[in-house]
């Protein structure tokens, strides 16, 4: 377990969160190699599947990152991602998933500190909490389909 | 600086405009310029263009971050075609006439080939003295990358602290270091030259009694901002100096340097320090701690602009921001804690107080440099006795060299709504020196675009080594081969620098001859490079929504750098997650509509004849649509403006210009009755003359300039007697009968009445200045009057502030009351009364009046903005003045794409203000009507209409109110208005709902491209 390197996909906004990744790299402020990034218009179009198929696919943990609260792009798309990772956290805990494995921040465009410090703070999250059990699953799956 | 040696000469056919100074209000008149189809050139002194607002933390009165919002506009200067940046350059003389001006401009070297640099940071790495990067944004960290949208995105070298200038043309893999750069002059020929050259802020170190720059704690408004800034020294931490530990106590001073008469100040008011202030304190509460004390030490709260009255009734109410009324008289640092005291006094109390607080912020206002007195010298504009650019009375862009118009700060101070404001306004004007829009420059002619719905994905994968900074990190070589293992990857190459021309004439070349119909880029950021690369494509014939960027070196190399084998691993996972959804792009359309080249201006007094005017004389057919019978609107009813301008004259003249145009259909006695259409293409119906004939108008863009009605309470007993009348009556009795006011002994005037209270809440702006206009008219027709003005603060904001300075010398007796303080006014034995409670000496006081003039400022026209806002679907504030789009970027467009706002149906403004708003709406509408064609981009929302359960979800969720439910029953989404979020998308119970360019399948294949050497 020691050496678990998870898979995390960040679903991050344009206008801010994307932009502080950015940031983030013209600084060269280092964060986990394990986050990779999707860009969307607005946290507020990032849809529960979205996170559900990430968790399916392989994804050890996924976390949405928009603006911060008042200052969307899009009026109010980043509180609206909000209670979307909510609900998606309350259904994988229905599921016996860890909730954890699923977050949202707010960060402005000129956060590249914060972007690297909110990576790495989940990566370690994620990695105490170990791998993503739905891979277990779908390799016993295989095997008995073998 | 170094000596310039050869003069390149430039003209060209095509002339042009030079905006000198690229701060907001430059950067605003020359996209405005460059959207019409204009040639612009923008020149700035500094390396990198942006100007003050760069530094600032949050804007007010939405408390953004200021980055987010002015990032955009930089990288927009970047882009356009017909603007031509010249950073480190100044204006060094000007020649000729308006129309055909010769200018020579002076460029210091910068060492540096801006089409090569990356701004990889390795030069600076190995000469951090000498190279610089968008210096002067901070000033304590020289090198610092304050934020990644420096425009242009390129670093300068200063030469002399060179000290192995071989080792530095080594440092560089771009190979764009220039080490025989030199000065250069260039001289151009320009139609008209407009000036953004800004002011500085006053530096109060040479005030000796508030301690700056000996007092750690003592800082200044922008300091402190910087200090906030996450981008500051304690990286948007609020400590103090002294300690880097939180203050608990934080107390500012108002009109630090400005309002004074002391030998370091300067008389006027700087205009912006009162809101800024109020932000700091509130921006203090929000992000750090409820519990700090803020405290305003302040003169007048000059709170006049659009809803600033309602964002100091937030601080004072819901933050509990103190305000105390005085102006300090100094500030000791005890020496252990480094704490400060302020001793001051207040009016009502003998005895001055001393209070201690942790820091203090020294709100510093505008001041002109010697440098503006040099170039106005050297290109013979005149300045006004305190150094800003003179300008025209009822003109406020225009300086006193026809073809020069200004903006900005540089005219007289202002915050940034109004910078933007006349920004527009002097590109506007600037633009009237040129060809009419009818011959403005052609658009890019392209070759068709190829149909790929018939073939199979063929994808180009490029990758580039951006020099080190990508492949310095990781093996391109071995991208490369993985790629071209995937499937449907025809091609994997790599390109070096990507984004340089020659390497763009290869992607350009590989797609024709390989058939391509895909292209993926591993390169920088899709923010900063995609549309360099969507516009390859559409030349090579390509949709352009067919390329996909996978960020392989802001979000991979640069950020593990020291984990080359980790980073190595994301690249294979990232360019495999692109390729996967580029597979997953199809062609999209850009919406385009023909452009309808006439526009309707509602509204006939001075702003709609003024915008009308400057639309027509570019070659645009006007409706010029008034209700009214005769043009004019409130105008005709003012006599004289402070300065002492005949309105009547220039209102004759107006009507004259407007009425014998040729371009102008001038349709009084007309009322708007429906609205349809589409922004480019709009149909409004009217109904016109005495006999209400219907009449259907059709055209691209639509400026309101309804105005706003003089306000008339029924209070303070107006309406009851000859004596009790408001300001606009006083002006024209001293106009119509001076003999009457001559008579007077006693004139009272009260200020606020009706505004600045609950069912009017916010400032009329308008009343403190003709209140003393009117009360300098009866002084100066009866010296020996008593002039009595009871107020509240007196907002005499900018330059205003010489006629109240001069009503004090005059002897005019200013009385504040509060609220809760106010006049009282009774009639006895036919003569007019007025007490009030004077603070000062502790008493009420009883006035016996000849004449009560009211300040009753101005009230939203409610019956007609609310029709219109119905017709037009825009929005209005909660006092029903019409809301702009965005109150600091866009204060002239509203939210609906073609229609513009100018005057006073924005907010109650003065004549100069709304002439200028008028020219700012016109020269905006007319970056639409340069168009043949709106584009209206791709990324909008289409509804499957057979899955829509017709559930309203969308039309619910929607920020913008879009969504429709059509005649079908099923949810229309009108691309014209998608703002293309994707809100909708993801509330839409049936999936019913796409985002283009942003599909489902496409972030789901990306998705699996991310995973796809895990299953």
Known sequence: ?146 | MQEAKDIQYESSIDKRVLVVGGGVGGIRAALDLAESRRNVTLIDKSYAIGGLMTQLDRTFPTNNCDLCTVSPHLSQSGRQIYLDLQPMTVLDALEGEAGDFKATLLTQPRYIDVEKCTACGECQKQFPEAVRFTPGLDPRAPTCMRYPQATPYAYSIDMDKVTDKDALVQSCKADAIVLDDEPRKIELNVASVVLSIGAELFNPEALDHFGAGKLDNVVTGLEYERIMSASGPFQGSLLRRSDQKRPKRVAWIQCVGSRGINKEDVPYCSGVCCMYALKEAIVTKERFAQEIETTIFYMDMRTYGKDYELYLNRAKNEYGIRMIRCRPHSIVEDADTKNLSITYAVEEEAQPKIEEFDMVVLSTGFRMNSETAVLAEKIGVELDPYQFVKTDHFNAVETSKPGVYVCGVAQTPKDIPETMVQGSAAASMAASNLPAMADALPEEELIPERDVSGEDPKVGFFICDCGMEIGGVIQVSEIVEFAKGLPRVAVSQAVGYGCSSESMAVIEESIKTNGLNRVVIGGCSPRTHEAKFQDLLRRAGLNKYLVEIVNLRDQNTWAHLGEPDKALQKAFRLVESGISGVLQTRPLVDHTLPMNRNALVVGGGVTGMTAALQLADQGIKVYLVERAPVLGGVAQTIRKTIEGEDVGAFLNQLVKDVTAHDNIQVLTRSIIVDHSGMPGRFQTGIQTGVRMNYMQLDHGVTILATGALPNRPAIYGLGSHDGIMTQLDLDTLLDESPEKVQEMDQVVMIQCAGSREPDNPNCSRICCQAAIKNALRVKALNPEASVYVLYRDIRTYGMYEDFYREARNQDVQFIRFTRDTKPDVRVESGRVYVSVFDGIIGRTIDIETDLLALSTGMIADDETTEDLAMMFHVPRTSDNYFLEDHVKLRPVDMSVRGIFLAGTAHSPKTIPESITQARAAAGRAQTMLAKQEINLGASVAKVDGSKCATCLVCVRACPFSIPLINEDRYSQIDPAKCQGCGICVAECPAKAIQLMAFEDDQILAKLDGIFGGLN
């Open chain 1, 1 to 146: 377990m020691g050496n678990f390197e998870p898979e995390i996909v960040g679903l991050c906004c344009h206008y801010c969160a994307y932009t502080a990744a950015d940031m983030a790299g013209s600084k060269r402020i280092s964060y986990p190699s394990n986050v990779k990034i999707i860009r969307v218009p607005c946290t507020g179009k990032v849809d529960a599947i979205h996170l559900m198929k990430a968790l399916e696919k392989g994804a050890d943990g996924v976390f949405v990152a928009g603006c911060l609260e008042g200052d969307c792009h899009f009026k109010n798309g980043n509180t609206r991602a909000a209670k979307r990772v909510v609900y998606v956290k309350n259904y994988i805990e229905s599921l016996g998933f860890e909730p954890e494995r699923v977050a949202m921040y707010n960060i402005s465009a000129g956060m590249g500190e914060r972007f690297a410090q909110i990576a790495g703070e989940f990566t370690e999250q994620i990695k105490a909490l170990g791998p993503n059990p739905v891979k277990n699953i779908k390799s016993n799956h295989q095997a008995a389909g073998q």
